[in-house]
């Protein structure tokens, strides 16, 4: 049993294996270019990269354009309009592989790009940005005024009568990220599908019979029935919570009111249930990748668009109901760095509101703390049948040179242990990679410390010329060999499947005879005499752990306080080490289930009058974001 060295990237033309190679660059990239681009369903590198980028400070986003082409660089015109605010050192950007030349030492990015995370690198994504698109309107977009509420998430049915005022659209703008679609790509974005009040009215009223709107025949004209055609929308059931036309008193028989109660079905009189909405509907390939991968160039993009269609004075509430398992969890990523500063430009006329994950009780944290020649065994759980890759994240904090990290696939002998800095593959006879341990110095995605990255190939493939990993457990052994004492967090990156869609996904775990699942009083929260590093505690939205973000954990109107899924306030194993700065407990918290059994909350359906229940911090997101938005 060996490593491979990591090869030359075909994109970025990179040779990963040189010594410090792979320093300050996304882990994510390195494999990604390692298995050429197969995670994505590539069989070839892309024309072009989608990535999210951040500045160095002073550094302008429009002297980043100055010092660049636009053959090899394409930043959305959002960017360096009116709409952003003055300061913002966060962009997206699609590049070509002369990018990684410039920002080398000497080229004219060097001292203006301080790092960057890939996004989606598949689909319209990685297309010619200079391509001619569908034009918009000739016209400036006229400006909303007052409070709006944003919606970042997946589909969201706008003909529902819930998102109607005297029977036109409060949804004034429509940013659907797909290619597919209906409508003009927004003139400052660049992509996807742009639909207006106007358009979305225009429609209602050549599909309305006898009085009543044939709401199929409206997302069908859009060419929205994919996501739509169904009983059951999480964008649809979480809009409605947040600004749908129902009170947020509780009424729940011997419940009084409270000021985080979940909606009812009484009328609301508040200004979220009369404000306009501005709703971006994430790309489907970012919806069904349920690992986030692609998502962070996205939801930049969407926050920008909401931003761009709003007044400056303005008092915009955006929800976010969507999120990541995987991440320095300390508020340190470039999206998270990136929506705390958009919230501190916007100087009190912005606020971003996430739920904190429904994955408590999920096994996808571990937690040691190693002095010198200490070890601690991590098994993770690959799944059989697993269509998608798989990923792990070792964070090891600033400093801590001596973490060595030895990988032991299922069935097989042990790989050789990696000191900090290295890195390689291990692959299958024809060559292509089954796992990676991608170890650099530093890493893009974090600034404290550095992570290590264990990328897995999926377990099953329907093309034979795939090579599949093994399913079973992994060994993955973490020896401190230095003085001192570290502290390592291990997160396993979310893998599993959205509502109504069959991917393949399926959520790896850890596993060990100490973590307790039976299911008992008391075995749902962590305790500190139980030796096993697997942590309740810590499994968290890792997109969530911003500054000045909300995030939102979820609890019952009766019975026990917390969700068993939701992280919880204050923490039970608060007492445990921990590195720097993580955060492990919700800012705050609403209702997301009524009692132990019934789970959930009820909210509307895809089509109007329908009364769908869904059950997660997702429905405790949106009440605080309806909360903030009526008190702004």
Known sequence: MYWTPLPKGSFTGIDWAKPGATSGFDPYLIWAEADNFAGYGLSKPPKWLPLLIELKPGVSVAQLKAASSPKWLHVPPVYTSPAAPTGLRYCTARVRPAFFRHIRVGGSLHALVQRFELGLPAGHHADDPNAPVVPGPSAPHPLLQGKVVGLIDGGLAFANTNFLRNGKARTRYFWRQDKQGAGPAPADLGYGHELTASNINQAMRQNTYGGLVDETAVYDHFKMGMELNKQVSHGTHVLDIACGPRTVLAQIAGVPPSPNAPPSWKLADDDASRCDIVAVQLDWDTVVDTSGGSMNVHIMDGLMYILARCAPATKVAVNLSWGTLAGPHDGSSVLEAAMDQL??????????????SNNYQSRTHANATLSKGEQVTLHWRGQPGDLTQNFLELWI????????????????????????GKS????????????????????AIGVNGTCALIAVSSTFSFDKSTSTAPSGVWEVKITNTRAGS?????????DDQIIGVQTGARQSHFEDKWYDTSGNPGSFVDHPDNPSPIRRSGNF????????????????VAGPMWATYSPRKPDPDAGRPERPDVVKVPATH????????????????TRS???VRLVGTSDAAPQVTRRILNAS
Do not use: M
């Not at 904090?397 to 900090?420: D, R």
């Not at 390689?424 to 110095?441: D, E, F, H, M, V």
């Not at 570290?486 to 979310?494: G, I, K, N, P, W």
């Not at 939205?541 to 019952?556: D, Q």
């Open 541 to 556: 939205n890792s997109i969530a752990t911003g500054a000045k973000t909300v995030s939102v954990g979820g609890v019952r």
């Open 609 to 611: 009058g329908g009364v």
């Open 343 to 356: 919230i501190a430009l916007k100087t009190g006329r912005l606020q971003i509101i996430l739920p904190v």
């Open 590 to 605: 609403a209702y997301s289930d009524e009692n132990p059994v019934l789970l959930g909350l009820k909210a509307a359906g």
């Open 424 to 443: 390689g593959t291990w692959n299958a006879s024809n060559s292509k990679p089954l796992c990676a341990l991608i170890y650099p110095k530093s890493v």
């Open 486 to 494: 570290v502290t390592v967090d291990a997160y396993v990156e979310r």
């Open 397 to 420: 904090p600033f400093g801590a040179h001596g973490i060595e990290v030895q990988l032991t696939p299922p069935g097989q002998p042990s790989l050789p242990p990696f000191a900090w």
